[in-house]
């Protein structure tokens, strides 16, 4: 049972425009929302995180949009970077610990 | 400031080989540690969490065992790799609390022919 799924496998962007990335959940007690950005061959990066208790998180060119009633956050990336090219990854907790994942997606920023 | 350490960066090993994979973190105590495996493109797979010294949970049945010795040493072992067991493993540290951020080390990649 998928309970974080990112429809989307790939995305490209032009740099300088918006990146979105979506994800959606079917988990309803789910209470804690995180993006983050992976390179080849390393680690994921911790980008920003959202309380369900809010419904927008913003960072710098990060934001993040929760919709609860629909059980959807977005990853808004405002301008987009040639470096912003990763694969990124929601995931989603209930009351701490035992984070679970999307599956990513791939972004591609052409300059 | 936190810092979290995986070694070796890269293995390769035979099939029925042991397997000894390291994760330590630093400038942190009583962290919640976690062992990860991302199969080729694909997600992330949770495969052992460790809320304290010696306590150990699996998420899935496969041929790898974790152990945790000490406060910030966390340890994934398999006594016969399988070629099945190739991916690149990620350990992960978090702070306990009621909405854990976790944060990872840089993985290690282990091939096994």
């Known amino acids: 049972d998928q309970q974080v799924k990112q429809n989307s496998p790939s995305l490209s962007v032009q740099e300088g425009r918006i990146s979105i990335l979506n994800c959606d959940y079917t988990?309803?007690?789910?209470?804690?929302f995180l993006w983050y950005k992976k390179y080849p061959a390393e680690g994921p990066t911790f980008l920003i995180s959202?309380?369900?208790?809010?419904d927008k998180n913003e960072d710098g060119r990060f934001t993040v949009f929760l919709n609860k009633s629909a059980k959807h956050l977005s990853l808004h990336i405002v301008p987009s970077q040639p470096g912003d090219s990763a694969v990124y990854f929601c995931?989603?907790?209930?009351?701490?610990?035992?984070?679970?994942f999307g599956a990513g997606t791939i972004l591609r920023v052409k300059s | 400031s936190q810092t979290i350490h995986q070694w070796p960066a890269t293995l390769v090993q035979p099939v029925g080989s042991p397997l000894s994979l390291e994760c330590t973190v630093e400038?942190?105590?009583?962290?919640?540690l976690y062992w990860y495996r991302q199969a080729a493109g694909r997600g992330l797979q949770l495969l052992f969490y460790?809320?304290?010294?010696?306590?150990i949970s699996s998420e899935v049945p496969q041929n790898l065992s974790a152990s945790r010795p000490q406060d910030r040493q966390f340890i994934l072992s398999s006594k016969k790799l399988l070629l099945s067991d190739s991916g690149f493993y990620l350990c992960?540290?978090?702070?306990?609390?009621?909405?854990?951020?976790?944060?990872f080390g840089p993985g290690t990649r282990l091939l096994v022919l």
């Open positions: 460790s809320v304290g010294i010696g306590q």
């Open positions: 995931a989603a907790s209930k009351h701490g610990n035992k984070l679970v």
């Open positions: 959202i309380s369900s208790i809010k």
């Open positions: 400038g942190t105590s009583n962290p919640n």
């Open positions: 992960a540290w978090g702070p306990k609390g009621p909405q854990e951020t976790q944060y």
């Open positions: 988990n309803s007690m789910f209470d804690y």
